[in-house]
């Protein structure tokens, strides 16, 4: 179990609205070029394959844009103003990591409905301490002290205001798309995206028993001077849950709680505009 410094679900209103921060610059700088219009089909040929359906489809974005988007890469110190401007400078110092932002965001928020959401592209940074346990009859748990380590982060996703943060995503969606179709989704909508993972991790269940951990079996010689990144939950059915929901779960009932209650509010707004197919 990788020792989360920061809540990775608790961040998750942040990384929307922090993507959309980037859009909004991204935005002033440049703008997208006028869409194509397809030739009508030669009789005969075969129609290509329908693209997925919107379920939850983001309103045209207004103004329009009318020249091409510069490459994720370049974020730079404009996409961290933008950040402070939104966010203010000592939450983006301490919780966020803006370099090739939206990309991250994208990934992030794909990885937290599987099984593994790698810790090198979240957008959040690690905060000091570590993963704390307790021994009890010759069983580890998950220490209580766990959910203090995520306590701030969480007041401060919690703080955000909903609608603005909505709003900033509506009108700044095609960056956060662009990045996800470069993750290899070409007929997708990062908006389903989203909409499915805040669906998956309102599904983690509320546990009020300890949770009991395992260490990870590892064949060969190991370092263990960090013996905390090995730890499993020892409930096979709790260690194949999705990753966020396993974060969740990390950060106790009363955090969890609060943040989906968050998520909700978000995805009410984000899920109900347009919905088709």
């Known amino acids: 179990m990788n020792d989360l410094s920061r809540s990775l ?40 394959p329908a693209p997925a359906a919107v379920h939850h489809a983001i309103e045209a974005i207004t103004p329009a844009l009318d020249a091409p988007l510069p490459p994720l890469t370049e974020t730079g110190s404009e996409v961290r103003d933008a950040l402070i401007d939104l966010l203010g400078r000592q939450q983006v110092l301490s919780f966020l990591d803006v370099g090739d932002f939206a990309r991250r965001v994208a990934a992030t928020v794909d990885n937290l409905a599987r099984g593994h959401a790698a810790s090198r592209l979240w957008p959040v940074v690690p905060a000091p301490g570590r993963f704390l346990v307790v021994e009890r009859d010759g069983a580890t748990y998950m220490a209580n002290g766990n959910m203090e380590r995520y306590s701030a982060f969480v007041r401060f996703a919690s703080a955000i ?3 603005a943060a909505v709003a900033l995503y509506v009108r700044m969606y095609p960056l956060l798309q662009r990045a ?26 509320e546990l009020q028993e300890p949770i009991r951990l395992t260490l990870t079996e590892v064949q060969g010689p190991i370092a263990t001077a960090r013996p905390w990144v ?18 969740l779960l990390r950060m106790g009932p009363e955090n969890a709680r609060q943040l989906k209650a968050k998520l909700r509010e978000f995805r009410q707004s984000v899920a109900g505009k347009g919905v088709s197919g």
Do not use: C, H
């Open 9 to 48: 679900i608790a961040g998750l209103v942040v990384l929307v609205v922090g993507g959309s921060a980037y859009l909004w610059w991204q935005e002033r700088q440049a703008a997208a070029p006028a869409p194509m219009v397809a030739p009508d089909p030669v009789a005969g040929e075969a129609s290509p």
């Open 161 to 163: 205001d909903t609608g």
């Open 180 to 205: 996800y179709v470069a993750l290899g989704y070409p007929d997708r909508y990062f908006n389903n995206r989203l909409v499915e993972v805040i669906d998956v991790l309102l599904a983690t269940p």
């Open 230 to 247: 090995r730890y499993e939950y020892a409930d096979p059915a709790l260690e194949a849950r999705p990753s966020g929901q396993k974060i």
